[in-house]
């Protein structure tokens, strides 16, 4: 019983993250929205919002339109001693018009 709990409490929790702003350019009209996940953790981030995000930097820029996915990018930030890739930071581009 007491092991059923435990594999309770340890499923609980936020199985969303949340995408947070990690670069872009004013000029160029991009902004880059970045979640790190690892091997032990491996959810999915909300890329709604990234998107909601990217569309109120574009906005604060002063572009007038939604922004648009452009592609993403993985980076493998740490590895084990097998060659896994614990930590990955997955970022996406968005494109701001108007």
Same mark, same amino acid.
């Given at each position: 019983m007491?092991?059923?709990?435990? !594999?309770?409490?340890c499923s609980g929790?936020?199985r !969303?993250?949340? %995408?947070? =702003?990690s @670069? @872009?350019?004013?000029?160029?009209?991009?902004v +880059?929205? +970045?979640? /790190? !996940?690892?091997?032990f953790? %491996?959810f999915e %981030?909300?890329?709604? !919002?990234a998107? #909601? &995000?990217a569309a109120?930097r574009?906005?604060s820029? @002063?572009?007038?339109? =939604?922004p648009t996915?452009?592609?993403? *990018? #993985?980076?493998? =930030?740490a590895?084990?001693?097998? @060659?896994r890739?614990m #930590? /990955? =930071?997955?970022? *996406?581009?968005?494109?701001?018009? &108007?």
């Open positions: 007491s092991a059923l709990f435990f !594999v309770a409490a929790g936020d !969303v993250i949340k %995408p947070d =702003q @670069g @872009g350019s004013k000029a160029d009209g991009v +880059s929205m +970045s979640s /790190t !996940v690892s091997l953790h %491996p %981030p909300d890329w709604n !919002v998107h #909601e &995000g109120t574009c906005r820029w @002063g572009y007038k339109s =939604q996915f452009t592609g993403t *990018r #993985e980076f493998c =930030q590895w084990d001693k097998h @060659g890739c #930590e /990955t =930071q997955l970022t *996406r581009y968005y494109e701001c018009h &108007g």
